[in-house]
């Protein structure tokens, strides 16, 4: 069911399809495919009152976002039984906008992860070939919506998990501007960095979805008041001429030739349809210690998020305590996977008496250049274009057992999210092994209208678009 949100909802008022049939297609390709890449953790369909805009038309969700009565696990152990006593604002948004929902999606556990492999539960196939992972840490979300198992999703990105997956699975995927959609409900991993975006198959589709959940909220301090537009109209327009900057730190790194010749191309695109593309140098600050900045701070910010989950309120307890201290210490040892772990514990090292100077401190100075670079970069350009990451998607294993490998995948994504910057994910081709090659653009910030013109010009212009996986493809 190679559908998106603007056709289907054109079809519903059209009277050619309904919103339950719609249910049904999807439910029943779940059944038939998903045992092949696992990308839902559960499928509990919950309706809405199929209004507009979104006519019925059932989104998947990350879980990592609460929604009333349904279980939230975050892909962990600790959250065992855990069943949300309410929404998140996302959630209430897309539901007033007459949104259904389809199910939960597979995470990296807590969104920590670049991969889908450090889900507590199993692992999600790339839907292109299933010996490659999706990319993380929304790559339930990603694979799903690459898979038609879902006509749209929603992810979360901290520091490139909706860009990097939508990358590796050939999807459209969009991280707001930091503040322009409300956390409130979402678990939080990096407080400072989390933002929840669409993941869908079509610009356009984006942009309906972040009308539909963008805005000021109340119950999230960090949402700007800045109004939100009609994207969804919006992003059919056909933007000025623009100026473009490709850093060429971008394309002289460690980058496969195929991913930087197809960056090359959508550039080349651009100028086509008379756009100004110019070289630019980001300051070395964002290419040399973003990565580096990125683990110190989101793991600081995690280790105190993650505080809650002892086993005294919900979730995972261990049977084997026999004291308080045994309870805390055997449930979150039992509770969390390696990688959380991992992060726990460099995020309360950089956070401890006599380091907190030296590295928690020291860290968010440098975020501060980092943003400075980008400030600087949009004084000479409108637009930056560039990869989403260095390489196409990896194979399973490949990297989980070394971690800084694994870290490096987000080397593009990173910078973009410690400025808190709006970009977006779209597929620009593909690899000499058919694998999907996504183009990041960076906007400037609260600019999502040129951001999703932009992307919407190119994915016109070049024809390269979603198509069904022959995996998935009905027979």
């Given amino acids: 069911m190679n559908e998106t949100i603007a056709g289907l909802k054109a079809q519903i008022k059209s009277k050619a399809i309904s919103a339950e049939e719609i249910k ?46 349904m ?58 070939d299933l010996t490659r992972v999706p990319g993380g840490s ?128 959508a550039a080349k695109l651009f100028e086509k349809e008379g756009m100004e593309v110019k070289q630019i140098e980001l300051s070395g600050t964002s290419s040399k210690y973003a990565v580096a900045d990125y683990y110190i701070i989101a793991p600081a910010e995690a280790s105190a998020n993650l505080a809650r989950f002892d086993g005294v309120k919900y979730g995972y307890r261990s049977k084997e305590a026999k004291n308080l201290d045994q309870m805390y210490k055997l449930t979150r040892t039992e509770g969390f996977g390696d990688e959380v772990k991992r992060r726990i514990m460099l995020g309360t090292y950089v956070l401890s008496s006599g380091y907190y100077d030296a590295y928690y401190l020291k860290a968010q100075k440098v975020r501060r250049l980092i943003y400075n670079d980008f400030v600087s970069a949009f004084n000479e350009v409108d637009i930056i274009i560039g990869p989403v990451a260095p390489t196409t998607a990896f194979k399973i294993g490949e990297k989980s057992t070394d971690p800084l490998s694994m870290y490096l995948s987000d080397l593009y994504t990173i910078p973009v999210s410690l400025a808190g910057l709006p970009a977006i994910s779209i597929p620009c081709g593909t690899d000499k092994k058919g694998l999907p090659i996504g183009l990041q653009i960076v906007g400037k910030w609260f600019d999502e209208t040129r951001l999703l013109q932009i992307a919407n010009l190119f994915e016109n212009s070049s024809g390269i678009c979603h198509r069904t996986p022959e995996l998935f493809t009905e027979e």
């Avoid at 901290?158 to 959609?181: D, E, H, N, W």
């Avoid at 992003?235 to 460690?254: A, H, S």
């Fill in 138 to 265: 929304s790559g339930g979300s990603a694979a799903a919506v690459a898979a038609d198992l879902a006509v749209a999703a929603l992810g979360s990105d901290t520091g490139g998990s909706i860009r990097q997956p939508a990358s590796f699975c050939g999807v459209v995927g969009l991280k707001p501007t930091y503040g322009r959609v409300s956390r409130y409900g979402l678990v939080a991993f990096a407080s400072s960095l989390d933002q929840i975006g669409p993941i869908t198959k079509t610009v356009e589709d984006a942009a309906i979805l972040l009308e539909a959940i963008a805005g000021f909220d109340p119950k999230d301090s960090t949402t700007s008041e800045k109004k939100t537009e009609a994207w969804s109209s919006l992003v059919k327009n056909r933007p000025e001429r623009l100026k473009i900057g490709l850093p060429v730190e971008y394309l002289n790194g460690e980058i496969e030739a195929d991913v930087a010749e197809a960056v090359e191309n």
């Fill in 24 to 69: 049904e297609i999807l439910l029943a390709r779940i059944k038939r495919f998903d045992e092949k890449i696992n990308c839902y953790l559960s499928v509990e369909f919950k309706n809405s009152r199929h209004g507009d805009p979104l006519c019925g038309i059932p989104i998947a969700i990350k879980d990592n976002m609460n929604i009333e009565g």
């Fill in 71 to 128: 279980k939230t696990s975050c892909a962990s152990k600790i959250l065992d039984g855990y069943v949300s006593p309410y929404n998140a604002t996302v959630i209430e948004r897309l539901a007033n906008s007459g949104a259904s929902f389809l199910g939960k999606t597979n995470l990296d556990e807590f969104a920590m992860g670049s991969s889908t492999e450090n889900s507590a539960f199993f692992t999600t196939k790339n839907p292109y």
